[in-house]
């Protein structure tokens, strides 16, 4: 595989080739290639767009990687509004995907985490809606996914150092009743 420049259709060939490829030179080609193209501004959108697109798990979940990977590392290089756009957009992809009969559960939880590192790295407030929001899917008869969002976020808090899990926490404590009210009846269905 040459150096083509990225498009969706390149993105998903490499990743193809990277899983498929019996040829050990080309899977390395179009792991580089991948390597290379994650790393450029162009992934964010592009892994979005192909994000509950149609394509194939492999696919939807290595895009998902890539943005959870530029969310770790990227996050407070985007302005705060492509940050706010970014993360409706990630919801707009998790509810798309969730919607399909058979929805990837690695696909799913791949964007919950990409959604609870960009409330953690945000600050208290965006974290205190994170939780809100996941309460609120909840509510609205998407109790699964909002455990999904949730438990993410509390992995996410183990994980990260103390400066950013006090805010965190301090999200959740308000609604802690509500948070395990959800956990209890998740665990009984």
Known sequence: MSDPPPSPNNVVQAIAALYNQTNPTQQQQANK???????????????????????STEVE???????????????????AESQGQFTNA????????????????????????VLSVSASLSGAEVAAAFVAHSLALAAQGSPGVAVKLLTSLAWEAEECERARRQPLVGAVAP?????LALAEAAAAA
Not at 61 to 79: C, D, E, M
């Open 33 to 55: 290639w991948l390597i290379e193209f994650s790393s450029t501004d162009a992934a964010w959108e592009m892994c979005l767009n192909l994000l509950g697109a149609g394509g």
């Open 61 to 79: 979940y290595f895009v998902a990687n890539i943005l959870l990977s530029k969310v770790r590392t990227g996050w407070h290089q985007l302005p």
């Open 90 to 113: 990630v919801f707009g992809k998790l509810n798309a995907v969730m919607s399909k009969p058979q929805a990837p559960p690695l696909v799913v939880k791949r964007l919950c985490l």
């Open 175 to 179: 609604r802690v009743a509500e948070v």
